[in-house]
């Protein structure tokens, strides 16, 4: 099963890190990449907010904006697509994650495309041990 792994930060959680310490921190990421082999499925960094444009299409008229959609302390900063068994594993997986050190980490199921919508979110929130946990 596909788990979204959204890594949420802050503007100074990136510019208190030297030059030195974010490419430490990047050798870590392609290390956890290399080690997850086929539970990597994607991912990237995103470019801050100010980089990007909102899209809202509303009585058939496009409405284009520059900037984030909200504006908000933290933000999303990147994402890691990731094969797990269950929330469990993808949960160990994300805390894995170098930024869930100085950042969070939110963990999403991704709905199957084949899978009927009413069918798919039930059963994809539980976890292995079947008992939700906080």
Do not use: W
């Amino acid at each position: 099963m596909q788990y979204l792994a959204l890594i949420y930060e802050t503007a100074e959680s990136r510019s208190k890190m030297s030059g030195a310490e974010g490419e430490a921190v990047f050798d870590e990421y392609r290390k956890l990449i290399a080690e997850l082999g086929p539970k990597f499925i994607g991912g990237n960094r995103l470019h801050p907010p100010a980089a990007a444009t909102t899209i809202r299409v509303r009585n058939n008229k496009r409405l284009v904006t520059d900037g984030p959609f909200a504006e908000t302390k933290e933000y999303l900063g990147g994402y890691f697509l990731l094969e797990a068994a269950d929330l469990d594993e993808a949960i160990s997986i994300a805390s894995r994650i170098p930024a869930a050190r100085m950042a969070c980490v939110e963990v999403r199921p991704v709905v199957p495309r084949e899978a009927p919508r009413e069918q798919a979110a039930p059963a994809q929130m539980q976890r292995a041990s079947g008992a939700a946990q906080s």
